[in-house]
């Protein structure tokens, strides 16, 4: 199943309850959950990611739903799980997670072409990552020097990175409107956290 994107924006809610509808992946249970992470506040733009994950020898399913609403980012997860102790019937689990805008340090978009010397062409793939301080990362490897025989310890160097959130879409999986519809939500949060005041 393709993903859907953007839409017009003045039919923004209905338009975001028909892409998660076209996913045929328990739309009620998923639109609720969205819809409660909303809490009444209007759709700027969104993204509806479906994507099947492989586990043994079963295929779940997953779904990622991205909101962009005048105040927040609205990140929503619903993934399906087989029967355990707890409840041993399948069930769905949901996940939201709301960021003030003003807290959102970066997004950073990777656009893949292929064929760059052919001229202008579509992304083959994009990736969109989202940081806002709430899970950090440290790469560390051992420091050195520019003298090959040098053999003082120079300590660790690193790297600290914020990557809260990161969605990767393909156009041979996922059709090139997927991309370009997510490059379209990557540019509609970049340009809605431009300019706001640093937590």
Do not use: K
Request: aromatic content about 4%; overall charge negative.
């Amino acid at each position: 199943m393709r993903n859907r994107g953007l839409t017009d924006p003045s039919d923004t809610p209905a338009a975001l309850r028909a892409a998660i509808d076209r996913t045929g992946y328990y739309p009620e249970v998923v639109a609720d959950g969205v819809d409660a992470a909303v809490a009444g506040e209007s759709v700027v733009s969104f993204y509806v990611h479906h994507e099947p994950t492989i586990e043994r020898d079963e295929v779940r399913r997953h779904i990622t739903v991205v909101v962009l609403t005048p105040t927040r980012l609205i990140l929503a997860h619903t993934d399906e799980h087989a029967g355990d102790d707890l409840l041993p019937q399948p069930y769905t689990s949901t996940s939201t997670e709301a960021i003030a805008l003003s807290a959102v340090r970066s997004v950073v978009v990777t656009r893949m072409v292929a064929n760059p010397t052919s001229g202008p062409q579509p992304a083959a793939e994009a990736v969109v990552t989202v940081g806002w301080g709430g899970v950090g990362r440290i790469d560390l490897e051992p420091a050195g020097c520019a003298d090959p025989d040098c053999e003082a310890d120079h300590g660790y160097t690193g790297l600290l990175a914020s990557d809260d959130f990161s969605l990767r879409v393909s156009a041979a999986a996922e059709g090139h409107d997927a991309v370009t519809s997510l490059l379209a939500f990557a540019a509609s949060l970049s340009a809605a956290t431009h300019g706001t005041p640093a937590p």
